[in-house]
């Protein structure tokens, strides 16, 4: 039995005449222990995606079990890091870990969370910063306090939506190694949705593209078969890796091309012609 | 050791030094004439303003003496006009044109009112002094003290006032913050409470007043004790109660989804909810409807003392104004010029708390 499977899962949006289906028929499952990447293009549900698994969403018709068990609300078992981090601005760094850890031990006395508080942000680098509030850091530190957040609460299973979309190149190939580094520690599964190919390929042990919405459903996977601890510089030359990143990538663009063509709306220009303002 | 000590001291004042920085950029070049153009911008216009005034004054003046000269003269000869005219000039107060008093008026008239503060304050001290033996040997007897029964001092009329609205402000953040916490978190009761809000928030002073009275006039029976105060504050903390209550329930049924899912992944109980996340976050709209409330109380007071005789500002106004005597008028626009600055001033302290509470919502996360 797998650890976390979808089976057959739709979710649709409003009733009636504006219904829209988001996820059409979607079928997933993950082995524990596991890193697996969706990958798809911005707009295509992955989101909704995320928030049916982490339990904020109930499918319309299918179910989403977690280690055998029907998905009906969050769970501590299930670690989620946001896509807009999602701090709480009027709590300082350490306040906003230590609420997420006080809630995942509530039987344990103080000392312990605080021990367990400070340790987490030393683990991301933020000691220094554990007094500051979110606004007075930088977008990678705030990321990097959402992953203690998540972390510290000792998740079974981390399911990250976007984690890096909103940060720069560098802080992104830094922050993926940390990530990966936790993650090795004591494989964790791990669920990661982003939107770039070749982060998935460096981190996920599978990848799964999410045909772009309405109706997204997943498309084939794709094993990546590149052992790790991966070297991002060696990568480039890695013959697995071009294969497997072009194999992918031509999926989604040949989705992206079937999408265009299906698309039999004509649009016609208005007729306009420009004034002269001069006579 | 001096630098030693200086390095000390350094430590010890870190937190002072956004503050310090503040200051000594202040007086630097740039900024010291910035602020004198600053300054010397309002302290122009206030000129400008008192010498409109004065222009004004006088002609509403010249236009009242006119008149009465031309009315002494219609209806009692020329004999009369001429007398009156030389009463006029001679500034003999019982026949002074009653019209818009000069700013030279109204400053004698506040030092008539801080004199006569003074005297009054100097008496009550007497009279005080007077009784203490006696009211010792009242209250050894179980009875009651006697109390000074004095008219009030223009100082004391203020201190009134302001009582009264800290007391309707605080009235109204105990109903309409908790009202507004529960009523933002249940959809079903907002629609519950949206009728009555909508009807009520638009009554007038005068009529909140009016049913205050009604109530407190029932509840008062038996009792000698003066109720204008309970009934003036009570009026007061419910005209100004609305801004706070629709700002709170919109604060709280409006908070950021993303700290809604955060409180729902983290499985925060009903209590940790509301007052580490839904609180927080509506702090900032909760503050200010209560800057609003406080405006509006003070706005309000003045039209709901008149109405309860209580011994404010706005009775102050009613009795100079009914009394009619040669400085009233004067009297009525001091009256307006330190309401119009406690107001002000009452401002600036809801947005100073307001700007301590506050987060930016745009530079958060």
Request: hydrophobic residues 45%; glycine residues 6%.
């Given at each position: 039995?797998?650890y976390?499977?979808?089976k057959?899962?739709?979710?649709?949006?409003?009733?009636g005449?504006?219904?829209?289906?988001?996820?059409?028929?979607?079928?997933?499952?993950?082995?524990?222990?596991?890193?697996?990447?969706i990958?798809g293009?911005?707009?295509?549900?992955?989101?909704?995606?995320?928030?049916?698994i982490?339990g904020?969403?109930?499918p319309?018709?299918?179910e989403?079990?977690?280690?055998?068990?029907?998905v009906?609300?969050?769970?501590?078992?299930r670690?989620?890091?946001?896509?807009?981090?999602?701090?709480?601005?009027?709590?300082?760094?350490g306040?906003?870990?230590?609420?997420?850890?006080r809630?995942?031990?509530?039987?344990?006395d103080k000392?312990?969370?605080?021990?367990?508080?400070?340790?987490?942000v030393?683990?991301v680098?933020?000691t220094?910063a554990i007094?500051?509030?979110?606004?007075?850091?930088?977008?990678?530190?705030?990321?990097?306090?959402?992953?203690a957040?998540?972390?510290?609460?000792?998740?079974?299973?981390i399911?990250?939506?976007?984690p890096?979309g909103?940060?720069?190149?560098?802080?992104r190939g830094?922050l993926q190694d940390e990530?990966?580094?936790?993650?090795?520690?004591?494989?964790?599964?791990?669920?990661?949705?982003?939107?770039?190919v070749d982060e998935?390929?460096?981190?996920?042990?599978?990848i799964?593209p999410?045909?772009?919405?309405?109706?997204?459903?997943?498309?084939?996977?794709?094993?990546?078969?590149?052992?790790?601890p991966?070297?991002?510089?060696?990568?480039n030359d890695?013959?697995?890796?071009?294969k497997?990143?072009?194999?992918i990538?031509?999926y989604?663009m040949?989705i992206?091309?079937?999408?265009?063509s299906?698309?039999s709306?004509?649009f016609?220009l208005?007729?306009v012609?420009?004034k002269?303002?001069v006579? | 050791?001096?630098?030693?000590?200086?390095?000390?001291?350094?430590?010890n004042?870190?937190?002072?030094k956004?503050?310090?920085?503040?200051?000594t950029s202040?007086?630097?070049?740039?900024?010291v004439?910035?602020?004198l153009?600053?300054?010397?911008?309002?302290?122009?216009?206030?000129?400008?303003?008192?010498?409109?005034?004065?222009?004004?004054?006088?002609a509403?003046?010249?236009k009242?003496?006119?008149?009465k000269?031309?009315?002494?003269?219609?209806e009692r000869?020329q004999?009369a006009?001429?007398?009156?005219?030389?009463?006029?000039?001679?500034?003999e107060?019982s026949c002074?044109?009653?019209?818009?008093?000069?700013?030279a008026?109204?400053?004698s008239?506040?030092q008539?009112?801080?004199?006569?503060?003074?005297?009054?304050?100097?008496?009550?001290?007497?009279?005080s002094a007077k009784?203490a033996?006696?009211?010792?040997?009242?209250i050894?007897?179980g009875k009651?003290?006697?109390?000074y029964?004095?008219?009030?001092?223009f100082?004391?009329?203020?201190?009134t006032?302001?009582k009264t609205v800290?007391a309707?402000?605080?009235?109204?953040l105990?109903i309409?913050?908790?009202?507004?916490?529960?009523?933002g978190?249940?959809?079903s009761?907002?629609?519950?409470f949206n009728?009555f809000?909508?009807?009520?928030?638009?009554?007038?002073?005068?009529?909140?007043y009016?049913?205050v009275?009604m109530?407190?006039k029932?509840?008062?029976?038996?009792?000698?004790?003066d109720n204008a105060?309970?009934i003036?504050?009570?009026?007061?903390?419910l005209?100004?109660m609305w801004a706070?209550?629709?700002?709170t329930a919109?604060g709280?049924s409006?908070?950021?989804k993303?700290?809604?899912?955060?409180a729902?992944?983290?499985?925060?109980?009903t209590?940790?909810?509301?007052?580490?996340?839904?609180?927080?976050s509506?702090?900032?709209?909760?503050?200010?409807?209560?800057?609003i409330?406080l405006?509006?109380?003070w706005?309000?007071?003045?039209?709901?003392?008149?109405?309860?005789?209580?011994?404010?500002?706005?009775l102050?106004?009613?009795?100079?104004?009914?009394?009619g005597?040669?400085?009233?008028?004067?009297?009525?626009i001091?009256a307006?010029?330190?309401i119009?600055i406690?107001?002000?001033?009452?401002?600036?302290?809801m947005l100073?708390?307001?700007?301590?509470v506050?987060?930016?919502?745009?530079?958060?996360?």
């Open positions: 039995m797998a976390l499977e979808l057959n899962v739709y979710k649709t949006y409003g009733e005449a504006n219904q829209t289906e988001v996820l059409s028929n979607i079928n997933l499952s993950i082995e524990e222990g596991e890193f697996v990447a990958v293009f911005t707009g295509s549900g992955k989101t909704t995606l995320v928030n049916l982490n904020l969403l109930r319309t018709s299918g989403v079990l977690f280690k055998g068990k029907r009906v609300d969050t769970s501590h078992e670690g989620v890091i946001f896509q807009n981090y999602s701090l709480l601005p009027w709590l300082t760094v306040q906003n870990v230590f609420m997420a850890v809630e995942a031990y509530p039987k344990k000392s312990f969370l605080k021990k367990r508080v400070s340790e987490y030393d683990m680098g933020l220094p007094n500051k509030r979110p606004k007075e850091l930088s977008g990678g530190m705030r990321q990097r306090v959402a992953v957040r998540a972390l510290a609460m000792n998740p079974e299973m399911i990250m939506d976007e890096l909103a940060l720069d190149a560098l802080t830094n990530i990966l580094n936790i993650w090795s520690q004591d494989k964790r599964t791990a669920l990661l949705i982003t939107n770039d998935g390929i460096y981190m996920a042990d599978r799964i999410l045909k772009p919405g309405p109706k997204a459903t997943l498309g084939p996977e794709f094993k990546i078969e590149i052992d790790r991966r070297d991002k510089t060696a990568l890695n013959l697995n890796f071009k497997t990143r072009n194999a990538i031509e989604l040949d992206g091309e079937s999408r265009k299906s698309s709306e004509e016609k208005p007729e012609s420009p002269s303002f006579a | 050791m001096g630098q030693e000590i200086i390095l000390k001291q350094g430590q004042s870190s937190f002072l956004p503050l310090l920085l503040k200051l202040r007086f630097q070049k740039k900024s004439l910035s602020s153009k600053k300054t010397g911008i309002t302290v122009l216009s206030i000129l400008l303003f008192l010498g409109l005034w004065h222009l004004g004054s006088k509403l003046y010249n009242e003496a006119s008149f000269i031309e009315k002494a003269l219609t000869g004999a006009a001429d007398a009156e005219r030389d009463c006029i000039a001679s500034g107060s002074q044109p009653n019209t818009l008093p000069s700013p008026q109204v400053w008239s506040l008539s009112l801080i004199a006569d503060h003074k005297v009054i304050t100097a008496d009550k001290a007497a009279f009784m033996d006696v009211n010792a040997k009242l050894a007897k009651d003290a006697i109390v029964t004095g008219r009030a001092s100082i004391d009329i203020v201190l006032s302001i800290f309707g402000f605080l009235l109204a105990l309409a913050v908790p009202i507004g916490i529960i009523i978190l249940s959809p009761l907002r629609s519950a009728w809000i909508q009807v009520f928030k638009p009554v007038s002073p005068v009529v909140w009016l049913l009275f109530i407190v029932t509840l008062y029976i038996g009792d000698s004790t105060f309970v003036s504050f009570i009026s007061v903390g005209c100004a706070t209550l629709v700002n919109m709280v409006s908070v950021d993303d700290y809604i899912n955060v729902k992944v983290l499985k925060l109980g209590f940790q909810k509301v007052f580490k996340v839904i609180l927080p509506s702090l900032p709209l909760i503050f200010t409807g209560l800057r409330t405006s509006v109380a706005m309000v007071l003045i039209a709901i003392e008149l109405l309860a005789q209580s011994q404010g500002l706005g102050f106004v009613w009795e100079e104004f009914q009394n005597a040669n400085d009233s008028n004067a009297k009525i001091v307006m010029f330190v119009g406690i107001g002000f001033l009452l401002d600036r302290l100073t708390v307001q700007n301590g506050s987060f930016n919502k745009n530079e958060a996360v």
